[in-house]
């Protein structure tokens, strides 16, 4: 089998195992330093993948979810905490999974950073990939990656 022969199934779940799930073709992937994504996960940085939502189905268990915007909505395990996924009702054809949380998180790599103006100052990646102040490619409508300013009514982080 090659690759463009078939779907490349990618598998995944939470550290404790209840939640698993498997994902399909991801549009893209990017680095979020927004602080929900910072306070959510805990740790400085989340890495997600962006999928179409018929491409990614939990197969064990089902998640528990957060509101964490007025708009956004986190998926974890109600076991041990882990983050899975993320939804905007904004854009209900789209879900970001966290790539940290597959079997093979090296399957997925980042193409770009968003929300850097909220990018821990001790916390850096080594590369040349393009970086956001605020929202990046999966804004709708794109915008300018230097100047966000030209939208000010998308001010809301990675909800
Ligand atoms: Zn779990
Ligand atoms: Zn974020």
Same mark, same amino acid.
């Given at each position: 089998?090659?690759?463009?022969?078939?779907?490349?199934?990618?598998?995944?779940?939470?550290?404790?195992?209840?939640?698993?799930?498997?994902?399909?073709?991801?549009?893209?992937?990017?680095?979020?330093?927004?602080?929900?994504?910072?306070?959510?996960?805990?740790?400085?940085?989340?890495?997600?993948?962006?999928?179409?939502?018929?491409?990614?189905?939990?197969?064990?268990?089902?998640?528990?979810?957060?509101?964490?915007?007025?708009?956004?909505?986190?998926?974890?395990?109600?076991?041990?905490?882990?983050?899975?996924?993320?939804?905007?009702?904004?854009?209900?054809? +789209?879900? *970001?999974?966290?790539?940290?949380?597959? /079997?093979? !998180?090296?399957?997925?790599? %980042?193409?770009?950073?968003?929300?850097? @103006?909220?990018?821990?100052?001790?916390?850096?990646? +080594?590369? *040349?990939?393009?970086?956001?102040?605020? /929202?990046? !490619?999966?804004?709708?409508? %794109?915008?300018?990656?230097?100047?966000? @300013?030209?939208?000010?009514?998308?001010?809301?982080?990675?909800?």
């Amino acid at each position: 089998m090659t690759a463009s022969s078939a779907r490349q199934v990618m598998v995944g779940g939470c550290l404790c195992g209840q939640l698993r799930y498997e994902a399909f073709d991801p549009i893209d992937a990017g680095y979020c330093h927004c602080r929900l994504c910072q306070r959510s996960s805990g740790g400085p940085v989340l890495a997600w993948a962006t999928l179409s939502t018929e491409c990614f189905s939990y197969t064990t268990g089902r998640p528990e979810s957060f509101a964490s915007s007025s708009s956004g909505r986190r998926e974890f395990c109600a076991n041990c905490g882990t983050q899975i996924a993320f939804r905007d009702e904004r854009t209900p054809d +789209r879900v *970001d999974v966290n790539i940290a949380s597959l /079997d093979d !998180p090296a399957r997925v790599e %980042p193409k770009y950073h968003i929300w850097v @103006s909220s990018q821990i100052s001790w916390f850096d990646t +080594r590369d *040349d990939l393009p970086r956001y102040a605020e /929202d990046g !490619p999966d804004s709708q409508p %794109p915008e300018q990656p230097t100047d966000p @300013s030209r939208d000010p009514s998308r001010k809301q982080p990675h909800e």
